[in-house]
């Protein structure tokens, strides 16, 4: 019996036109009511899925930026935390402005850039969140950040990543949210160190939770969950170690997840 599900939310929960349906509504309302915690796992700031969560009415704790964080919904208290180690940033900071590039950081629930153009206008709407442009990254030096983000064409972001990978090894976590997003974070925030935190804080075993995604920051949460979920629309890395795959995100897959292996099983 499934007693945590924690599902992604972009292309994931939301359709593609980042609304959540009524029957995906329903059944997570059906599984809380029932007495299964229902989180989300997101690459997303705090301030953005705390918007989402509250649409839901839920009151857990939601494991945000990729997993770096885990933050109770209502009194916002952080239960768990990693950030960018300083040597790390700083060789982030040099390797991005000597490349050019534009680059996003998080610091206490803020974003920062340092220009402000389509790429970031783009990204702030999707994912529904203010930000803040500032002369230098100077600043925060030294300072925590929860994550520092890339935004730039796929193919030049599968360039950089192999190259911080061969920089970086297990000092860091590298992933892609999206394909145009390539993002950095301490080894340990991630989506399934944070579930594992999560389950361990609710007295629950990982054979009972459920975790569902699309894409590639979502891979350590698909392997260690009881039930490993990847979206009819995942990307076929994830697909490959999932134990199910569930309808696309536009077809409710996060609904008939819960009520195929949660609503079924409980009276």
């Given amino acids: 019996m499934y007693k945590l599900v ?24 059906a ?17 953005s899925a705390q918007k989402v969560a509250r649409s839901l009415q839920l009151n857990v704790p939601l494991i945000t930026y990729q997993g770096s964080k885990v933050r109770n919904l209502l009194d916002e208290q952080t239960l768990y935390e990693r950030s960018v180690p300083p040597e790390i940033a700083a060789e982030v900071f040099r390797y991005a402005e000597k490349h050019k590039l534009h680059l996003q950081v998080y610091h206490d629930d803020v974003l920062y850039v340092l220009e402000d153009n389509e790429k970031i206008r783009r990204y702030a709407k999707v994912q529904n969140v203010d930000y803040r442009v500032v002369k230098d990254f100077s600043r925060f030096r030294g300072q925590p950040l929860t994550k520092m983000l890339v935004i730039d064409a796929p193919d030049a972001l599968g360039e950089i990543a192999a190259e ?22 301490h080894p340990e925030g991630t989506k399934g160190s944070a579930l594992k935190f999560l ?57 008939h997840v819960i009520e195929k292996f949660v609503l079924r099983n409980r009276t």
Avoid: C
């Fill in 164 to 185: 911080w990978r061969n920089l970086f090894g297990d000092r860091a976590y590298i992933t892609k949210s999206k394909p145009e997003y390539l993002e950095l974070l």
């Fill in 199 to 255: 389950a361990s804080h609710y007295g629950i075993d990982m054979s009972e939770v459920i975790a569902l995604g699309d894409s590639w920051n979502d891979h350590d949460m698909i392997e260690i969950a009881g039930l490993g979920v990847a979206m009819g629309n995942a990307v076929d890395t994830l697909k490959a170690i999932a134990d199910y795959i569930a309808p696309t995100n536009n077809e409710d897959g996060v609904a």
């Fill in 6 to 29: 924690a599902s992604d939310i972009d292309d994931t929960l939301l359709h593609d036109d980042l609304t959540i349906s009524e029957r995906n509504r329903q059944a997570i309302h």
């Fill in 31 to 47: 599984a809380a009511e029932r007495g299964v915690v229902i989180t989300l796992a997101t690459g997303r700031m705090f301030p």
